[in-house]
């Protein structure tokens, strides 16, 4: 039998954690910061979502041995000039605050001229550590809309808000299965994937 290929998530975000963990083939052995509790958090000081993808990988990856896996994602909405961005989950002013970054969100879109489209897509930036050095950057993305109608219970973020292209519910109203195969998230791990697979890791 293979040994497990140890790989550690660099977040405490149960939600995220258990979304990656979910798309990974089964000889991952996956680790994330809440086991690593001692280890101080990373500020996301970067301007976009790849900075601090490589940012959080990179420190993290120099304080642990093996791969580190890293991901920074959230909400960009055309008509606010990309706006959530990289401060999806603190929008508010709260960190992780869904329901007033939801919320906000709603607001800034209702101030927008009657008629202003709602496209927007979620973006994942993924970046693959070792030793403090980045092996491999991946970006997924999600092509959708934003509905004024929250709707659904699962997910998390602006889940009850994104309605991907192709699809007449929210992101929160699709099963958890159908959510990993067509994410942000899941475009991102499928390149990490292939290139795990290349490169023999």
């Given at each position: 039998m293979t040994n497990p290929t140890i790989l550690t998530i660099a977040t405490r975000n149960a939600h995220k954690a258990q979304e990656i963990a979910a798309i990974l083939?089964?000889?991952?052995?996956?680790?994330?910061?809440?086991?690593?509790?001692?280890?101080?958090?990373?500020?996301?000081?970067?301007?976009t979502f790849a900075e601090n993808a490589a940012l959080k990988a990179c420190t993290i990856s120099a304080?642990?041995?093996?791969l580190v896996l890293a991901d920074d994602s959230g909400l960009c909405v055309d008509a606010l000039g990309g706006a959530p961005g990289v401060?999806?989950?603190?929008?508010?002013g709260e960190h992780?605050?869904?329901?007033?970054n939801n919320a906000?969100?709603?607001?800034?879109?209702?101030?927008?001229?009657?008629?202003?489209?709602?496209?927007?897509?979620?973006?994942?930036?993924?970046?693959l550590a070792e030793g403090g050095q980045i092996k491999a950057e991946f970006i997924g993305k999600?092509?959708?809309?934003?509905?004024?109608?929250?709707?659904?219970?699962?997910?998390?973020?602006?889940?009850p808000l994104f309605v991907p292209t192709g699809y007449t519910c929210t992101m929160a109203e699709l099963p958890a299965e159908e959510k990993n195969r067509i994410s942000h998230r899941a475009d991102a791990l499928h390149q990490f994937l292939a290139y795990i697979c290349n490169s023999g890791i």
């Open positions: 083939p089964a000889h991952f052995s996956v680790h994330t910061l809440a086991d690593y509790p001692t280890l101080p958090d990373v500020d996301e000081t970067g301007s304080a642990l041995p093996g401060y999806s989950a603190r929008y508010a992780g605050n869904d329901a007033a906000k969100l709603l607001a800034d879109l209702a101030a927008m001229p009657a008629g202003t489209p709602g496209t927007a897509r979620f973006m994942c930036a993924m970046c999600v092509e959708g809309s934003i509905t004024a109608n929250p709707a659904g219970e699962h997910g998390f973020g602006y889940d």
